[in-house]
């Protein structure tokens, strides 16, 4: 028996249209995401919301917030956010349109669809059809596994490999027997179905219509899409002397590699609190390091990371750790994945790398050192900033201790610096004033980029308690930043004039939009730090300032706000100009 339910034959269904906009609207007004969530994973009233440990990372301390009033889940840990929606698509792992259909039935609602084009029926019936196809090989694979006389050789490799049983089925792997027609004799395939098997790259086409089974005495490891449907295979040799050693499917309709990764609908079944994914370079590994316990390991298809395989580690958990070998290969490519993800994590995200000792790999260290040796060498894996300055440096052809050194390394800096986004810039540019002994803002004019590391930021970046009397102005903002902290970017431009101004109150506001554009602008990390002991006092006067909820109304306000916030600074400005060309 196949373990996959998300692959039953579905061809006997017809393909179904869109979902309108204004059905999922409603349904998202009619739901209540605290009920939701709480059966899930037990919540406790906090305030004006609701705490829990995050069912998406491993913490003890709850920052897990959800939000009756604006159905909002948000977690100050590992940034997870979103609606009931969202949260039953990464809980549950459920499709967007499952999570419709499943939040639709909690709520006694029947989820109506757009009336699809003939053509569109037709493509979206081909695919479930193949589908079908997928299922029937896995099923097929399965049981030469355990039924075909040729596979005793892949049992006992398995075997020597402590693959047991249960690890056997719950990654459904399979046997494909010698010979070249094995497929279609074995699922007695018609001209049409021997077509869908070419479709599907199950079988290859050669001359004058004849085709031959592409998967020839391999154990045959399926790889499943989100939902748990195969969408393609890996096949192992069972003799090193066989070439190639593993074998992917091509390219099809259903199958992606630049989108898929084997092994991560495996870990989201597991339902566990990870704190971090391990990406490996094999299914092997991936399978054996489940044998031993880590279940949180997936495994790319032949190809480099890339921005897919990056976003969807990244909605599962807050910090991705990539596994390579030790040789110039294994650098080369952990250095591609490191210029990949400097430009895209942000917040609570963070990626690490380690390298295991050449000619190693997951499944041989974690056979040799145990569990408990494997898991030490992953939390002693190198940070990306730690990784990429060990990386410049082994790059110069002078030693960093000369001034020449110091020089290259800038240059060779530069460009990754730039290239990072929220805090990483300034971060970065603080790292590598340590190694050519300059200060931030220095470094900052050489590399023509805006650090906020000079003397009066760092000053305003450590001031603990706002110690003057906060204006009128100023809460105004703040308060209108709380109801809509969107409008926070607008204020993007001017953020290095606050961080400058000689007066505390802008100052504190700079750090107030900082920690918004931090937190994806998410209200509540704003009301958190707000309520930290040494701004408390502030909430008894922000709770005077009444607005109208009306947008239009808004709007004038925070422009006028705005505005005079800019008269201001400009103000300080010509003052300084004034001062600067008195004393020059």
Not at 294 to 306: E, K, P, S, Y
Not at 404 to 411: K, P, W
Not at 512 to 531: D, H, K, M, P
Not at 544 to 554: E, T
């Amino acid at each position: 028996m196949v373990p996959n339910p998300a692959s039953q034959s579905t061809s006997n269904k017809k393909p179904k249209g869109s979902i309108p906009r204004s059905f999922i609207e409603d349904l998202l007004a009619r739901s209540d995401i605290v009920q939701l969530i709480n059966q899930r994973v037990p919540l406790k009233k906090a305030g004006a919301s609701y705490k829990a440990c995050c069912p998406f990372h491993d913490e003890k301390t709850p920052s897990f917030n959800v939000s009756s009033q604006k159905q909002f889940y948000h977690c100050f840990g590992c940034g997870a956010s979103g609606d009931a929606l969202k949260f039953l698509m990464d809980y549950d792992g459920l499709s967007f349109v499952e999570a419709v259909e499943s939040l639709a039935a909690l709520n006694g609602m029947e989820v109506p669809r757009e009336q699809l084009s003939p053509q569109a029926q037709q493509q979206a019936q081909q695919k479930r059809d193949l589908f079908d196809v997928m299922f029937s090989v896995t099923k097929f694979y399965r049981q030469q596994l355990r039924d075909h006389p040729a596979a005793e050789k892949a049992k006992q490799y398995l075997k020597q490999r402590g693959v047991t049983s249960e690890i056997a089925k719950q990654f459904v792997i399979g046997f494909a027997p010698p010979g070249w027609d094995s497929l279609v004799s074995g699922l007695k395939a018609d001209n049409a179905l021997k077509q869908q098997l070419i479709e599907t790259g199950m079988l290859i086409e050669k001359s004058e219509g004849k085709t031959y089974d592409r998967f020839r005495h391999r154990i045959m490891f399926p790889i499943r899409d989100g939902r748990g449907r195969v969408v393609a295979f890996g096949g192992r040799v069972l003799s090193d002397e066989d070439q190639p050693k593993y074998l992917n499917s091509p390219e099809t309709a259903l199958f992606h590699k630049t989108h898929t990764l084997y092994g991560l609908y495996e870990l989201r079944q597991s339902r566990q609190a990870f704190k971090h994914i391990l990406v490996v370079e094999g299914y092997m590994d991936v399978v054996s390091l489940a044998q031993f316990g880590v279940h949180n390991a997936v495994a790319t298809l032949g190809t480099a990371i890339t921005e897919s395989h990056l976003n969807m580690l990244f909605q599962q958990v807050g910090e991705v750790v990539f596994c390579f070998d030790g040789d110039e290969a294994g650098k080369k490519a952990a250095w591609k994945a490191m210029e990949l993800s400097l430009p895209k994590i942000e917040g609570t995200q963070s990626v690490r790398f380690l390298f295991l000792d050449p000619g190693e790999d997951p499944d041989s260290t974690i056979r040799k050192e145990g569990l408990e040796g494997f898991q030490a060498r992953v939390d002693q894996a190198l940070s990306l900033s730690a990784f990429l300055f060990k990386g410049l440096i082994g790059q110069l052809p002078l030693p960093i201790s000369t001034v020449e050194g110091q020089q290259q390394l800038i240059a060779l800096a530069k460009p990754y610096i730039t290239n990072a986004t929220g805090a990483m810039p300034d971060l970065l540019t603080k790292v590598l004033s340590d190694y050519v002994e300059l200060p931030v803002w220095r470094l900052g004019q050489i590399m023509g980029i805006r650090v906020s590391s000079t003397k009066r930021s760092e000053s305003a970046q450590t001031e603990p308690i706002v110690t003057q009397k906060v204006t009128s102005l100023v809460l105004k903002l703040i308060k209108l930043l709380l109801m809509r902290p969107q409008w926070a970017s607008v204020l993007a431009d001017a953020q290095q004039q606050l961080i400058d101004s000689e007066k505390a109150e802008y100052r504190f506001l700079a750090q107030f939009i900082q920690v918004l554009a931090n937190n994806n602008y998410i209200t509540e990390a704003a009301e958190a730090w707000l309520s930290e002991p040494n701004k408390k006092h502030l909430w008894q006067q922000l709770d005077g300032i009444m607005f109208q909820s009306d947008d239009a109304f808004l709007q004038n306000e925070f422009s006028a706000c705005v505005l005079q916030v800019g008269k201001e600074l400009k103000k300080e400005q010509d003052i300084k100009k004034i001062k600067s060309e008195v004393l020059s």
